[in-house]
């Protein structure tokens, strides 16, 4: 089946950088649009960002001008870059994948395990 293997978590103290990976690999025809999502302790889980096929990008308000997503559809890879981190970005980062399987192309979202993102003040 298809997995999404996350990578690039950490903890980086407050203006820090880090940037999250994330391949997906399996049975795979074709995978369509891609996303980060987080969720903090005690909240819902909340949409960073996403990137379409053709390169569009949608963000957060929170994280405009501060995080950048992008994709490498040759290794099935979508990156999340994250610049001047703040305390309120603490959380559980998990990648999305919508995806075309093979051999029957089904389509289905697949999720990461999620990766913890510490940022301390």
């Known amino acids: 089946q298809v997995r999404l293997v996350e990578s690039g978590g950490g903890l980086v103290q407050a203006g820090g950088s880090l940037r999250l990976s994330c391949a997906a690999s399996g049975s795979i025809f074709s995978i369509n649009a891609m996303g980060w999502y987080r969720q903090a302790p005690g909240k819902q889980r909340e949409l960073v960002a996403t990137i379409t096929r053709g390169g569009s990008t949608m963000y957060a308000d929170s994280v405009k001008g501060r995080f950048t997503i992008s994709r490498d559809n040759a290794k099935n890879t979508v990156y999340l870059q994250m610049n001047s981190l703040k305390p309120e970005d603490t959380a559980v980062y998990y990648c999305?994948?919508?995806?075309?399987?093979?051999?029957?192309?089904?389509?289905?979202?697949?999720w990461g395990q999620g990766t913890q993102v510490t940022v301390s003040s």
């Open positions: 999305n994948a919508g995806v075309w399987a093979r051999p029957s192309s089904g389509y289905s979202d697949y």
